[in-house]
């Protein structure tokens, strides 16, 4: 089973309409991370990869999957597959991981193989640096496998996502530092 914090369709996560999987659980506590409340591993909704897969096929109009957290790498069987019924389905997967690709072996490794951009490395707060594009601390990497695609992560800027309804505003990113 998957434990899911939230997921959200969203246009700031990676290139594209993507849909956002939060996932529950991380176990490597970095100092100051906006994300603690993501830590217990309980804190979610479980889902079976084949469940979770459908919620994603119910969204229209998507280029793909993020993985985000939490830490995704620390529930590896279940996301294994996943990733590749979003594979089959020609969607493509962005993976946000708090780990450094060099620490990552067997199923974490097949599953950072499968992305097409990766975010990785731990949140340190002293190099912490709100003007980066989907990093939140200068030593953290994002990596792109597809060519195609590296004019669209070199404007380096942080984003903000605003939805209004009638009865609410909801943000998605990091909006204190701009209000
Ligand atoms: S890896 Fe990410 S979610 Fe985990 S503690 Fe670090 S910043 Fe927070």
Same mark, same amino acid.
């Given at each position: 089973?998957?434990?899911?914090? #939230?997921?959200? @369709?969203?246009? +700031?996560? *990676? !290139?594209?309409?993507? $849909? ?8 490597? !506590?970095? =100092?100051?991370?906006?994300?603690? !409340? &993501? ?10 990869? @084949?469940?979770?897969?459908? @919620?994603? =096929?119910? %969204?229209?109009?998507?280029?793909? $999957?993020?993985?985000? *957290? ?6 590896? =069987? ?15 997967? $962005? ?11 067997? +199923?974490?490794?097949? +599953? #950072?193989? @499968? ?16 003007? &980066?594009? &989907? ?17 669209? %992560? ?7 996502? $605003?939805? +209004? ?15």
């Amino acid at each position: 089973m998957l434990t899911v914090y #939230a997921i959200e @369709k969203s246009e +700031i996560y *990676g !290139h594209g309409k993507r $849909v956002v999987i939060w996932f529950s659980g991380c176990s490597l !506590h970095c =100092k100051g991370c906006i994300n603690s !409340h &993501l830590w217990d591993k309980n804190n979610g909704q479980l889902y079976t990869a @084949k469940q979770l897969f459908a @919620k994603i =096929k119910s %969204y229209n109009d998507i280029c793909g $999957v993020t993985f985000i *957290g939490g830490e995704p790498l620390e529930q590896e =069987k279940d996301l294994l597959d996943l990733s590749n019924y979003i594979c089959e389905a020609r969607l493509d997967i $962005v993976l946000f991981t708090g780990y450094e690709l060099s620490e990552l072996q067997g +199923i974490q490794k097949e +599953i #950072a193989d @499968k992305a097409v951009v990766i975010i990785c490395g731990r949140y340190v707060e002293e190099l912490r640096n709100t003007l &980066l594009l &989907l990093r939140g601390s200068s030593n953290q990497k994002l990596l792109i496998k597809d060519n195609a695609l590296k004019e669209f %992560y070199a404007n380096e800027c942080r984003q903000v996502e $605003v939805e +209004i309804t009638e009865d609410s505003v909801k943000y998605l990113g990091f909006p204190e530092d701009f209000i």
